[in-house]
């Protein structure tokens, strides 16, 4: 082979294993903490929900310039385990530390996509939450070293900063602005309007403005959301109270400025001409915090998300809703291929590039039926002799099918006094601490009005509590196409043994195969390091 022949090789490609850099797209992962599945695009879908109350028109264009999924779904619905799952492209069961919350630790042992394409020519970067809490942090997408961060960090605390001010527009631009400032020091950091290098990138925008707390009242003082529109529009589990609506209205209002500051990273991709090559992904990593059935449950409420992908030049037949059961994982392997690397044989998520490729809507692939669900250890079971509250789950298009493994443990954790059975030992008067500070009771739910208001108003409503706090059956089956807000419990009905049977093989199949610990000889998640450490001191 001649030299001339050689390099001209080697820069098309041929001989490296992947197309000019140039050519590669560069990944934008737009993620935010604790965002369920509400958004403008879904309440179009299906009206008359919690949805119809916001507004998201930037994550309406990512749909509608691409692809709508009405089926993603987190491995897990507590904050690291997530990520984890997410950034190795795998069950979060076979993360290891990473598999927990309090005490994670990320040791490398499992790659992840972001580390992968900066060994394969990417320059990669992230703003604000990665991977957190857990040690060291942000560590499976390089770090502190990569990121940017130098505008602040106050869109983190969107409604405190912006209810301070006098002017709430004004202190709302300011925060845009930290967006966008943030960003451009990634990709534009000599401010000439372009890129800098010619290497792509790959960038994660992880606020936390959806993750608690948030200001009383301030869905309704900046965005115009009136807590009175959710009137009979939560679910049957939640009391539908005044205190209850208007969390849900502020929460809301969190979702918004989430959708704004995508905005802000959307007008920065057409202004540096990245809008064309640029896999944009827009997503959250589990329901929303503080409320009954949400975040820390494997019901809807704490596994669905919301989830949007646009990329011009590759997707087919862009507007298309997808009801293929996607796994967030499932991302981090659909990166690597569209960036011509490797995957790795740890990861067993699959790849959404086939769903690209088509031109269909609805169900695209047959085999994508169902996806797998559980949780480990959270925040705080010190109380319970700090040991996990371990389930696992099948969602198929018509039920929810959960394994508790252990049945006599609290999902929640519980509350200082709080017997079996027995009440709490201080009535009422902790209801402030309830919703300032989440180790006050039941740690595993964040402290909340919802969560105050829920269990200091138990005597008065008992079944709102049980739903939110109260002990479990060792299985659960429900018809999620009848019975959306599961709560009829089928598994123990005669004439359901056989969907019970069925989904319990199933499910028990995939945690064999994937090996997870939890069904194994040697349960990890019940000995140290995983139960080590409690709750911070004064909290």
Known sequence: MSRILFLLLVVFGVLSGHTRADDRP???????????????????LNPGGISDAVST????RVASEGLLFTRAFVSAPSCTPCRSSLLSGQHFWRCG????????????????????????GYRIGHTYKVWSPGTPADAPHGGKATGFNSAGRKFNAFSQTAMKSDDHEAAKKQLYDEVRQNFLSFVDADGNGKLDGDQPFCYWFGPTNCHRKWIAGSGKALWGIDPDSLKGKLPKYLPDVPTIRED????????????AGLGVIMEE?????????????????????????????????????????????????????IDDFVSLPDLATTFLEVSDVEIPDTMTATSLVP???????????????????????HVDHARIGNKPYPQRAIRTDEYLYVVNF???????????????????????????????????????MDASP?????????????????????????????????????????????????????????????????????????????????TDLTRPKGK
Not at 26 to 38: K, Q, T
Not at 428 to 444: I, M, R, S, V, W
């Open 406 to 444: 252990e049945p006599d443990r609290w999902p929640m954790g519980t509350a200082p006094g709080y017997g079996e059975p027995g009440e709490l030992s201080k009535a009422d008067d902790f209801q402030e601490a309830l919703t300032e500070n989440t180790f006050a009771g039941f740690g595993d």
């Open 450 to 530: 919802t969560k105050a208001w829920i269990i200091t108003h138990r005597r008065q409503d008992p079944k709102s509590f049980d739903y939110a706090v109260g002990k479990l059956p060792e299985f659960e089956l429900y018809n999620v196409k009848s019975d959306p807000d599961c709560m009829v419990n089928l598994a123990s009905k005669l004439e359901h043994q056989e969907t019970r049977n069925k989904l319990h093989l199933r499910l028990m199949e995939e945690l064999h195969r994937t090996k997870d610990p939890r069904v194994s000889d040697d349960p990890i998640f019940e000995s140290s390091p995983y």
């Open 269 to 321: 991709m057409t202004r540096l001409g990245l809008d064309k090559n640029t896999i944009l992904v827009v997503s959250g990593d589990h329901g929303m915090p503080g409320v009954s059935r949400g975040k820390c449950n494997l019901y809807d409420m704490g596994t669905h998300v919301p989830l949007a992908i646009r990329w011009p030049e590759r997707i087919s037949n862009p507007g298309r809703v």
């Open 97 to 120: 530390r990473g598999a927990i919350l309090r005490g994670a630790i990320w040791d490398f042992s499992s790659p992840s996509y972001p580390l992968l394409m900066k060994d394969a």
């Open 355 to 377: 769903i690209f490729k088509s031109e269909q809507a609805g169900q695209v692939i047959p085999e994508r039926d169902a996806v797998f669900t559980g949780r480990e250890r």
């Open 248 to 259: 849900f209205a502020d929460y809301l209002g969190e979702v918004q400025a989430f959708d």
């Open 57 to 60: 028109p930037h994550f309406d």
């Open 26 to 44: 560069n990944v934008i992962m737009a993620f935010a903490d604790d965002w369920g599945r509400y958004a403008g695009a879904y309440a179009d």
